[in-house]
């Protein structure tokens, strides 16, 4: 089930008993989460956090009737905290183990609560590369719940149709090229490329939005694309990864200073791994205590990188990031040749 197919079947009838909100695109989540919250009254919305209860806490609460509301919308994050760790997962992975205890989610979809609506939002694991066993793992412990939303990146086309929608909606004008590197200096990332339409509509009055405003403002779309560039990486998603190279080569980036960002990104994520930092805000602490500057969306960055690969991982990139640096400063005939190898070997 798509986004748009969950906003159109709770416009029409009751939202279902329990949904499972699965992908990181935040977007889709977000549009999601507004058209639920309107379809319940006022004051009848709660969120938890399976990271700080049980899931048994969770259904107890559902099941629990409220004095104020006959109607309630449970919304639920971290869903994936509930899933076995250590030795447990390793058995689940190879079959040997159960997928985590999950029992108490399937006695209540027997018998849900009326007029209860739970949503569990599981936006760690992407759809891709090594994420995709774990994403798996999310959707056989919730196999109890039938309606599952696939929250999926939007694909560059499909960010560029999405983006002229939002334009439409803003009530301004945006000139194709304009529109065209709004999309691909974002990385067609649409929650990004909305925050970015609101600012414009502000701007632009009257006039056409051109290239040359986008340039101006959105002043840090090149490094957006170098993070998405090491998310890609992260993923193992080769193609993905290749096609932000495109990007920075057409913006006429300076590959060596990309591969700095890169080098720098990784350091700063091996030792955010190594200190066991569990969030961005942890990581802008703790690099703030020792003399680096740290602002909130960096932080946020360093901590999802860290989260996308291993201690060992990340050592690996830093030898595969010093090799091709010296191949750079050894003047190979196309730097982006270079750059290339590096992706190729990095998402093997």
């Not at 990104?265 to 190594?274: H, K, Y």
């Amino acid at each position: 089930m798509t986004a748009a197919q969950l906003i159109a079947r709770v416009k029409k009838s009751a939202p279902p008993p329990a949904v499972l909100l699965l992908g990181p695109e935040a977007y889709d989540r977000r549009r999601l989460k507004e058209a639920l919250t309107a379809a319940f009254p006022e004051g009848s919305v709660t969120q938890h956090d399976l990271s700080e209860l049980t899931l048994a806490e969770v259904l107890d609460d559902a099941r629990s009737l409220s004095l104020f509301a006959s109607e309630r919308l449970i919304w639920i994050c971290n869903a994936e905290a509930v899933l076995p760790r250590g030795k447990a997962a390793v058995e689940e992975d190879e079959g040997d183990g159960p997928a985590g205890d999950s029992a108490p989610l399937t006695a209540y979809m027997k018998d849900p609560t009326p007029g209860v609506a739970i949503v569990f939002e599981a936006s760690r694991f992407d759809f891709e590369g090594e994420d995709k066993r774990k994403q798996d793992r999310v959707r056989k412990f919730y196999t109890a719940i039938p309606d599952v939303v696939e929250l999926r990146r939007y694909a560059s086309h499909e960010a560029r149709r999405e983006t002229e929608a939002l334009v439409a909606r803003a009530g301004f004008r945006l000139d194709d090229a304009a529109l065209d590197l709004l999309v691909e200096a974002l990385a067609a990332d649409i929650s990004r490329i909305a925050v970015e339409i609101e600012k414009l509509s502000l701007f632009a009055g009257n006039r056409t939005v051109t290239v040359d405003d986008i340039g101006a403002l959105v002043p840090d779309a090149r490094a957006t694309t170098i993070f998405a560039l090491v998310n890609a990486i992260g993923r193992r998603d080769r193609v993905r990864a290749l096609e932000f190279l495109d990007t920075l080569t057409r913006d006429g980036e300076y590959l060596p200073l990309a591969l700095a960002f890169l080098s720098t990104q990784f350091r700063l994520a091996l030792v955010a791994r190594e200190a066991g930092l569990k969030s961005g805000q942890q990581v802008q602490s703790h690099f703030t205590k020792i003399g680096v500057p740290m602002w909130g969306s960096r932080a946020d960055q360093v901590y999802q990188t860290a989260a996308k690969f291993s201690k060992a991982q990340l050592e690996r990139a830093m030898k595969s990031i010093f090799e091709a640096d010296r191949a750079l400063r050894d003047r190979p005939p196309d730097d982006r040749l270079v750059m290339e190898q590096f992706i190729l070997k990095m998402s093997g």
